[in-house]
């Protein structure tokens, strides 16, 4: 079995922050399986780059990462990752920047990255790049002579072509995806809007899962990421877990709990979700003093100004709801701004009656998944679920809505109240068959399997010695 090598921005501790996202929590295990290396950005700075490696072995997992500078951080991490590149992908080009110094930020640091790796990197390795912060960083390796199989994911949403043409020099980024050998998405959406892009903005071909461009052909595939279910199940019998459910079953006094899990993040939908909520507040009296919203939301990237708004806009609107609705003895939404270790979190969605997952756009959005696993099978909560979160091509037992529309997200909470034993039963079955069949395990093997299996080139010939 080839060693495993993935190179991504964040680098999980597997038992880490609280509140790391998604792709941190899906990595670990897999590296673990593989006895691989993880290399990365340490998450610290430096005031003078050195190139310095600092390696751990955290519960069988090896990292080997990197401090970057200030400028680095503002330039490639807040900058192009996450004001040009996060905001373009999901489809939120008003709030995307172009500027010079984040492009030129980002392409130093993947040079720096790829300094880091290329040590590293012996020639039977499997290489596996994740995410947008590290596009053209397969491309950098080539030039350093590594003939590796080389593999990307991207993790969020790849936009339409028309969006995709408004960032500068567009298409040279999109061509260093062509250094890798296979490069995955979550869903057939987002890989049916590269191959378009592929086909108008650089006269490529399609055939199938190959995409070739300028003679060069690579496979393209969707492969949807999942959770640990058997974990997370594990994870919601746990004595945190419980002791969770029980503080919060006793805090809730009989009413039903509602609850959201999300990175603060203006993709997450947040502040159309407290409009949908507030729009079941009015719509349904009935109901008042009978649910509670809960919302976590850990802050996320809080040096980038959208985040920041985003941050306000929310506080402030929670406070406006809050203040409309609730009674000596009964607040309608409680807003949290901390994050919660995974046992606990599998104690609360096990709590809640409702899970409400209302992203604009999102890659995929595990969350979805961990709720459905944490639930119990014999009283099962109902899963709302946005139409714009790649979950939802998985999840379709899911009660799934556009989260722009107030009135749909206040119907399908209405609806889920009172939705009969059997029918959740019926639904939660059926997504959980999937949480379970296409497992972290199963996302993991379905790509590196597909990756592994792509012919390795043959290394270059050594010159014969001369002969006298
Ligand atoms: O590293 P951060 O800047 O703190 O952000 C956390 C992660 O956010 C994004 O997660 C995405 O990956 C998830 C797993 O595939 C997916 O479910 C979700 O829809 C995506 O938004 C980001 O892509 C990661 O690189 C970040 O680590
Ligand atoms: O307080 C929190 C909030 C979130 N998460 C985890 O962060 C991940 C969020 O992943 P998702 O794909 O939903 O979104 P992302 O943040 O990666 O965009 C999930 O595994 C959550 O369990 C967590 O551990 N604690």
């Given at each position: 079995m080839s060693r495993l090598i993935v190179i991504s921005n964040r680098v999980s501790r597997p038992n880490g922050a609280a509140n790391q996202g998604g792709l941190a929590v899906a990595l670990a295990q897999a590296l673990r399986e593989s006895r691989g290396i993880w290399v990365g950005w340490s998450g610290g700075t430096t005031d003078n780059f050195t190139g310095h490696i600092g390696f751990a072995d955290d519960d069988g997992v090896k990292t080997a990462t990197i401090d970057l500078e200030e400028q680095d951080?503002?330039?490639?991490?807040?900058?192009?990752?996450?004001?040009?590149?996060?905001?373009?992908?999901?489809?939120?080009?008003?709030?995307?920047?172009?500027?010079?110094?984040?492009?030129?930020?980002?392409?130093?640091?993947?040079?720096?990255?790829?300094?880091?790796?290329?040590?590293?990197?012996?020639?039977?390795?499997?290489?596996?790049?994740?995410?947008?912060?590290?596009?053209?960083?397969?491309?950098?390796?080539?030039?350093?002579?590594?003939?590796n199989r080389m593999g990307f994911f991207l993790h969020i949403p790849w936009p339409p072509t028309r969006l995709l043409v408004s960032l500068p020099h567009h298409t040279k980024l999109v061509s260093t995806l062509f250094a890798y050998d296979v490069i995955g998405f979550h869903t057939e959406e987002w890989l049916?809007?590269?191959?378009?892009?592929?086909?108008?903005?650089?006269g490529g071909t399609v055939d199938g899962d190959f995409v070739t461009v300028g003679g060069r052909t690579i496979q393209a595939v969707a492969c949807p990421i999942g959770i640990?279910?058997?974990?997370?199940?594990?994870?919601?019998?746990?004595?945190?877990?419980?002791?969770?459910?029980?503080?919060?079953r006793a805090s809730l006094q009989d009413r039903s709990l509602i609850v959201g899990v999300d990175r603060l993040d203006y993709s997450k939908g947040l502040e159309e979700r407290f409009n949908g909520y507030a729009r079941f507040l009015k719509d349904h009296a009935e109901h008042h003093r009978r649910v509670v919203l809960a919302q976590i939301?850990?802050?996320s990237r809080g040096e980038v100004e959208s985040y920041q708004q985003i941050r306000a806009t929310l506080?402030?609107?929670?406070?406006?709801?809050?203040?409309?609705?609730?009674?000596?003895?009964?607040?309608?939404?409680?807003?949290?701004?901390?994050?919660?270790?995974?046992?606990?979190?599998?104690?609360?969605?096990?709590?809640?009656?409702?899970?409400?997952?209302?992203?604009?756009?999102?890659?995929?959005?595990?969350?979805?998944?961990?709720?459905?696993?944490?639930?119990?099978?014999?009283?099962?909560g109902v899963l709302i679920l946005?139409?714009?979160?790649?979950?939802?091509?998985?999840?379709?037992?899911?009660?799934?809505?556009?989260?722009?529309?107030?009135?749909?997200?206040?119907?399908a909470i209405d609806r889920a109240?009172?939705?009969?034993?059997?029918?959740?039963?019926?639904?939660?079955?059926?997504?959980?068959?999937?949480?379970?069949?296409?497992?972290?395990?199963?996302?993991?093997?379905?790509?590196?399997?597909?990756?592994?299996?792509?012919?390795?080139?043959?290394?270059e010939a050594e010159p014969e010695p001369a002969t006298e």
């Open positions: 951080v503002d330039e490639y991490y807040n900058g192009y990752a996450n004001k040009t590149l996060w905001p373009l992908f999901h489809y939120r080009i008003d709030l995307a920047e172009y500027a010079r110094d984040f492009e030129g930020g980002y392409n130093r640091v993947n040079q720096r990255f790829a300094d880091t790796a290329s040590p590293l990197i012996e020639p039977e390795d499997i290489i596996w790049v994740q995410d947008y912060h590290m596009i053209p960083l397969g491309q950098m390796l080539r030039d350093r002579g590594h003939q049916e809007s590269f191959r378009h892009y592929v086909e108008r903005e650089m640990n279910a058997e974990e997370f199940k594990q994870a919601a019998a746990s004595d945190a877990a419980v002791e969770m459910h029980r503080q919060v939301a850990p802050p506080d402030s609107l929670a406070g406006r709801i809050n203040g409309e609705y609730s009674d000596v003895d009964w607040t309608p939404i409680r807003y949290v701004n901390q994050g919660y270790p995974r046992d606990k979190l599998a104690g609360i969605y096990r709590s809640a009656r409702i899970g409400l997952v209302t992203p604009l756009r999102d890659g995929m959005n595990l969350v979805a998944k961990e709720y459905v696993a944490a639930q119990n099978p014999d009283d099962p946005s139409r714009f979160a790649g979950a939802a091509m998985q999840l379709k037992d899911a009660l799934l809505i556009n989260p722009y529309s107030p009135e749909e997200m206040s119907d109240l009172a939705m009969p034993l059997d029918e959740r039963k019926r639904r939660w079955r059926a997504m959980m068959d999937s949480v379970e069949q296409q497992d972290i395990s199963w996302w993991r093997s379905a790509f590196t399997d597909r990756l592994a299996a792509t012919r390795q080139e043959e290394p």
